[in-house]
Structure formats: structure tokens, C-alpha cells
């Protein structure tokens, strides 16, 4: 039942911004999970772009470092990243991610469906 939906992306010109959302359901301990958010681009390898811990602690991609902020609402169920001075290449389908403990020491990442972010030149 473990569910991700994201939002928030679209069309921004080069040097734009844009703020992404993801709202989780049926994680019953959202604040002690982790979060993050990885890009997908055709031809290219998937990446983790942000990540941040149920304490708060947060790591960047160095491609993506000064520019990003990855935040959550565990109100919300919810974690964002905010996005400035956007280049071309961080054009990519993003994704809302989080790894699941099960017995075992098995580890289970589920993803959305993600939200498309286009960066024109």
C-alpha cells in the first residue's frame, strides 16, 4: 500500500526554479524513514540527486550541490526539493524514493510514478 506521488515539475527556462513535492501514504513511520529524490534521463544512468534522514541530515549529488535543497513535513507526510538555477542537463524525469527495512536485513526502495522537469536553454 505503500504509495508515492510527486509533483511540481514542468517547463522552466535555463537559471528558472522550481520547487518539487512528494506526498507519501501508507508508510506507518514516516518520520523515521529515509527520503530522497533521484532524476532519470533517457540515455543516461539513474541518479541520486538529494537525500535527507528522519533526523534531518541531509547529502547532495555534486552535480546538483548549492543549487538544491532537499526538506520535509512530516506533518505532511511529505518531502520537497527546491530547485535553483536550473541548467539544461538537470532536465530528467525525478523521482520520490524511500528504502523500507524488512527482516532479514533486506532493504526494499519504492518509487513514484515521477514529475517530469525540462530545462530550455
Known amino acids: 500500500q505503500v504509495q508515492l506521488v510527486e509533483s511540481g515539475g514542468g517547463l522552466v527556462q535555463a537559471g528558472g526554479s522550481l520547487r518539487l513535492s512528494c506526498v507519501a501514504s501508507g508508510i506507518r513511520r514516516f518520520s523515521r524513514e529515509n527520503m530522497g529524490w533521484d532524476r532519470q534521463a533517457p540515455g543516461k544512468t539513474r541518479e541520486r540527486v538529494a537525500t535527507?534522514?528522519?533526523?534531518?541530515?541531509?547529502d547532495y549529488a555534486d552535480s546538483v550541490k548549492g543549487r538544491f535543497t532537499i526538506s520535509r513535513d512530516n506533518a505532511k507526510n511529505a518531502v520537497y526539493l527546491q530547485m535553483d538555477s536550473l541548467k539544461a542537463e538537470d532536465t530528467a524525469n525525478y523521482l520520490c524514493?524511500?528504502?523500507?527495512?524488512?527482516?532479514?536485513?533486506?532493504?526494499?526502495?519504492?518509487w513514484g510514478q515521477g514529475t517530469q522537469v525540462t530545462v530550455s536553454s
Open positions: 535527507i534522514t528522519g533526523d534531518g541530515i541531509t
Open positions: 524514493n524511500v528504502p523500507l527495512d524488512f527482516p532479514s536485513d533486506y532493504v526494499r526502495y519504492f
